[in-house]
């Protein structure tokens, strides 16, 4: 009864494969976000969906495209992973008039 | 743009102690104010917030002060626990805009 859910939990990959990271969310929420957590533990917004619409989409490389199938999904897909994309993603929900976020548990990802 | 920093990047108490942990941020146009707690390998969690139209909220042993006039936030923790121990992150927003920055992070290791 996990509230907000991501998979997996660890990725490990070679540097120009393309991978896909699962984020839902039974919260009810019609707000979701990818956020990226480097290794200083910065966490900075990379994009944010609300009822399936893209309304944040801060300066990130084109090789991410987000997805939203529906309310409860946001999903992320990261091509031609390089080096520098190894970092942890959290998912993160709220109700689009609340600046509450709930966060998932993260996603280690490690290219190699 | 938002800038929000910590004064402390780590902080060392005993357990029993009163912690405090500080931000500041530089957007005056930010009205919201929340702290996470990240455990080693768990995304953040809510810990307590407050708007601008309050200096001062209360929880469960924590406390999160808000200065408007220097842009800065606390949050204290009573007696503190060594399950205290974690990263403690404060973020802002602003009204509408569902797009919170958070700050570097402040490393709270408790000693039993």
């Known amino acids: 009864d996990t509230a907000v859910s991501q998979t997996p939990k660890y990725l490990v990959t070679q540097m120009g494969n393309d991978k896909s990271i699962k984020c839902e969310q039974n919260?009810?929420?019609?707000?979701m976000y990818w956020y990226k957590q480097d290794s200083k533990k910065f966490l900075k917004i990379m994009f944010s969906?609300?009822?399936?619409?893209?309304?944040i989409n801060e300066t990130v490389p084109n090789r991410f495209s987000p997805k939203s199938p529906d309310k409860a999904h946001l999903n992320l897909h990261i091509n031609s992973l390089e080096l520098g994309d190894s970092a942890v993603y959290f998912c993160?929900?709220?109700?689009?008039?609340?600046?509450?976020?709930?966060f998932g548990p993260g996603t280690r990802l490690t290219v190699l | 743009g938002e800038s929000v920093g910590l004064h402390l990047p780590t902080l060392s108490v005993q357990e029993g102690d009163n912690s405090i942990i500080n931000c500041a941020y530089s957007?005056?146009?930010?009205?919201?104010f929340i702290w996470y707690k990240q455990e080693s390998g768990k995304g953040p969690q809510f810990i307590i917030d407050?708007?601008?139209?309050?200096d001062k909220r209360q929880g469960q042993r924590v406390t999160v002060l808000l200065n408007k006039t220097v842009k800065h936030l606390s949050l204290q923790i009573a007696a503190t626990q060594p399950g205290d121990s974690a990263v403690y992150f404060c973020?802002?927003?602003?009204?509408?805009?569902?797009?919170?920055?958070f700050g570097t992070g402040t490393r709270l290791t408790v000693i039993p």
């Open positions: 973020a802002t927003d602003q009204t509408g805009a569902n797009n919170l920055f």
């Open positions: 919260l009810g929420h019609d707000t």
């Open positions: 993160a929900s709220s109700r689009w008039t609340e600046e509450l976020q709930f």
């Open positions: 957007n005056s146009a930010s009205d919201y």
């Open positions: 969906y609300n009822n399936k619409e893209l309304i």
């Open positions: 407050i708007r601008s139209n309050m």
